[in-house]
T-cell receptor, first 109, second 114 residues
Framework: SQQGEEDPQALSIQEGENATMNCSYK?????LQWYRQNSGRGLVHLIL?????REKHSGRLRVTLDTSKKSSSLLITASRAADTASYFC?????????FGAGTTVTVRA | ETGVTQTPRHLVMGMTNKKSLKCEQH?????MYWYKQSAKKPLELMFV???????ENNSVPSRFSPECPNSSHLFLHLHTLQPEDSALYLC?????????????FGSGTRLTVV
């Protein structure tokens, strides 16, 4: 069943700008993960943040987690055309991942 | 290559056909999963295998039949499918006892039922 919901559904930005997308979820979690999917391909794991963590960085990615609000955000800084993809948040509980519908990000050159 | 290989990449089948999707991982993971991704919908978890034992069947119709002969291989047997079963079928694997990384996905099988 769907656990996370991403917002916005779609985002179009200029190369070099930052992209921010949000994820809200309903129940308690062990961790929250973000994935990227290029058109019609498999998902690529980007970053995992545990329920006791508040912020995590990986390269140009910054993820925050607020368990009191049951929400997370993914920030991509200095975007590039290659960042064009769909981004999904997924919540893990009992070793199972539940995905949201995703945010489609288009980076214009 | 992610370490999870799915074959075939594309499959077109009639409603009376029987076919199988194959997934193989050589990452030493102990859990494997089948997900269905339809257009404009979130990924749907279909089946979970932990240590070769099926631990989850999310109300999937019996025309989908999973098989996990060992911890490296996972199959999805298909028979008498419906056009609404057309979707991208994704296999994933993970190490369930380590909370370091996420799932590793294959590139998927694009299934079209005609």
């Amino acid at each position: 069943s769907q656990q996370g919901e991403e917002d916005p559904q779609a985002l179009s930005i200029q190369e070099g700008e930052n992209a921010t997308m949000n994820c809200s979820y309903k129940t308690s979690i062990n961790n929250l993960q973000w994935y990227r999917q290029n058109s019609g391909r498999g998902l690529v794991h980007l970053i995992l943040i545990r329920s006791n963590e508040r912020e995590k960085h990986s390269g140009r990615l910054r993820v925050t987690l607020d368990t009191s609000k049951k929400s997370s955000s993914l920030l991509i800084t200095a975007s590039r055309a290659a960042d064009t993809a769909s981004y999904f948040c997924a919540t893990e509980n009992d070793y199972k991942l539940s995905f949201g519908a995703g945010t489609t990000v288009t980076v214009r050159a | 290559e992610t370490g999870v290989t799915q074959t075939p990449r594309h499959l077109v089948m009639g409603m009376t056909n029987k076919k199988s999707l194959k997934c193989e991982q050589h990452l030493g993971h102990n859990a494997m999963y089948w997900y269905k991704q339809s257009a404009k919908k979130p990924l749907e978890l279909m089946f979970v295998y932990n240590f070769k034992e099926q631990t989850e069947n999310n109300s999937v119709p019996s025309r989908f039949s999973p098989e996990c002969p060992n911890s490296s291989h996972l199959f999805l047997h298909l028979h008498t499918l419906q056009p609404e079963d057309s979707a991208l079928y994704l296999c994933a694997s993970s190490q369930v006892d380590i909370q370091r990384g996420g799932y590793t996905f294959g590139s998927g099988t694009r299934l079209t039922v005609v």
